[in-house]
């Protein structure tokens, strides 16, 4: 009975990996969200789904207690043990994306906005795999996925020109080192760890032409150095491409920066 917990469910890849896993009457699902009450869509699943292998756990990045305590009510259910962590969770968005690093206006908005990134991003990351590590240890499967991002690329992000969204592009090259550093750390015990860039996806939400124009200024941007690049991507097919590589990875690629088909995340996208 392969077990699986997934951070950040109530929405976009997350919810598709709950979906996806627990088709599988065989897999036991532990759908992590910031506030199991308001995820509605998640809720909804989870009581109509027919196999009742997904569970809604709170988890939420930001709160250690939180992140703490769900480990410990899946460790609960499991008998103390899981198989696979996805951390799928991160802050994408807000208000200030567009502003570069020498952009704003007001040095404490720019280290507030900073800080939040890497506290939502790198610290939930790190404190949901410490907290999970043991139950990991004794799975059988044994993986630590982290889903990261091309924009944590510097080659990507000179390539393309892509000075938007700073804090958000750190976050996820720190995630990238701290896979690296619990890579080396726990090879010999077996344990991967891989980040996972999942593509271009299309889950932001908002009007039909707001959707298409963000999605069309991304792939434009990134086409100009990567003139085959596959554009947007749905959640779906993201999910699985990602599932067929996170049960095929073995422990020679572990700390590796890979695209969702294992290709190298710093040589092509
Ligand atoms: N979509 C893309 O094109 C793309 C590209 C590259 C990488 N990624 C990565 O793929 C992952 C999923 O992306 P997505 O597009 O599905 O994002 P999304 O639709 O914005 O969903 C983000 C999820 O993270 C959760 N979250 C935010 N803050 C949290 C916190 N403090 N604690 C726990 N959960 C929190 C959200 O929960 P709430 O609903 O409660 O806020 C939501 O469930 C992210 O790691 C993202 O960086 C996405």
Redesign the pocket.
């Known amino acids: 009975m392969p077990s699986y917990a997934i ?10 990996f709950v979906k996806t896993l627990s088709e599988n009457p065989a897999n036991t699902v532990f759908a ?4 199991a009450a ?2 509605k869509n998640l809720n909804e699943f989870v009581a109509s789904h027919k196999h009742k292998n997904a569970h809604v756990v709170e ?5 250690i207690e939180s992140i703490q305590n769900a480990a410990e009510t899946v460790g609960k259910i499991t008998g103390g043990k899981l198989d696979v962590l996805i ?7 807000h208000e200030r994306n567009e502003l570069t690093l020498d952009a704003y206006e007001d040095p404490h908005l720019l280290d507030h906005d900073m800080l939040s990134f890497f506290k ?2 790198v610290l ?1 990351v790190i404190h949901t795999t410490n907290a999970f590590l043991p139950l990991i240890r004794a799975g059988e499967m044994k993986k630590c996925i ?6 944590g690329s510097p080659r990507f992000t000179v390539d393309t020109k892509f000075i938007r969204a700073p804090g ?1 592009s750190m976050s ?1 090259a720190a995630s990238n080192l701290a896979v690296a550093k619990y890579a080396a750390q726990y090879k010999e015990e077996g344990i991967v760890f891989l980040s996972i ?9 908002g009007s039909k032409e707001e959707v298409d124009a963000f999605y069309d200024l ?1 792939e434009k941007q990134i086409r100009s150095m990567y003139p085959k690049f596959e554009g ?1 991507i749905t ?1 779906e097919q ?1 999910v699985r491409d990602q599932l067929d590589l996170i049960h095929r990875v073995s422990i020679e690629q572990t700390g590796s920066f890979v695209n969702r088909d294992g290709t190298d995340a710093e040589a092509e996208i």
């Open positions: 951070t950040g469910t109530s929405r976009g890849i997350g919810l598709t992590l969200a910031r506030n308001s995820a988890s939420d990045n930001d709160n951390n799928n969770s991160a802050r994408m968005f939502t991003n939930g982290i889903i990261t991002s091309t924009l958000y996820k860039s999942p593509g271009l996806v299309r889950t932001k939400s991304q947007a959640p993201s």
